[in-house]
């Protein structure tokens, strides 16, 4: 599989990966496997990448490393679309999400942009793709993904900074684009 570093704020480290040929499961612990060993400075072999055990019905489990069977304290977030995935690594009490699109959405995924957009001019598909992207990064740090509603996200003007109007957790928005890959990060600050 080929991946590449992305430029990610400090503190958090991020790789994007494709391989038509693996799995998204594969490409996510592979990459997962990249990071953590080199932010431990150890083998890849020794670093093993597992799912954490579903809390409840519907609970969307993470990733969690470990070493020689202990846990090893990182938050591992990570997204797919199609052939390619990305994962970022940083410290466990740091919200982190992500959103990982095409820079040319079908019609569907357009359709369905634009139904819960709130930009006046939606034919500017830059600007939707960016829109989106971070509405959709902001959902996953947040942690409750699809039971909030698109249209509830909030952004500021120069999307850099995005919240949900019933928390008071504001998420700094990274636009980490590579290629024809459209990928933007959301992340909280960590708890002083």
């Known amino acids: ?4 570093l992305l430029d990610t704020p400090a503190g958090i480290t ?12 594969d490409r996510k612990r592979i990459l997962a496997r990249e990071i953590v060993s080199a932010q431990l400075g150890i083998d890849e072999k020794a670093v093993r990448i597992e799912r954490e ?7 969307h489990t993470q990733l969690i490393a470990e070493i020689e069977g202990q846990e090893v304290p990182l938050g ?8 390619a995935t990305v994962v970022a690594v940083a410290d466990p009490a740091v919200p982190i999400g992500l959103d990982l699109r095409d820079a ?17 001019d939606e034919n500017d598909l830059g600007k ?13 740090a947040d942690g409750r993904g699809a039971r909030v509603a698109a249209d509830h996200v909030r952004l500021d003007s120069p999307l850099t900074k995005g919240w949900i109007p019933d928390r008071r957790v504001y998420y700094q928005l990274a636009d980490l684009s590579r290629d024809s890959w459209v990928i933007t990060l959301a992340y909280g600050a960590a708890p002083a």
């Open 1 to 4: 599989m080929q991946s590449v």
């Open 14 to 25: 991020a790789r994007l990966g494709w391989d038509p040929k693996l799995s998204e499961h």
């Open 53 to 59: 055990s579903p809390g409840k019905f519907g609970f």
């Open 76 to 83: 591992i977030r990570n997204a797919n679309f199609r052939a």
């Open 104 to 120: 040319h959405p079908d019609e569907p995924t357009l359709h369905q942009m634009k139904r819960h957009s709130h930009l006046l």
């Open 128 to 140: 939707l793709i960016a829109h989106w992207t971070r509405v959709q990064a902001v959902r996953d």
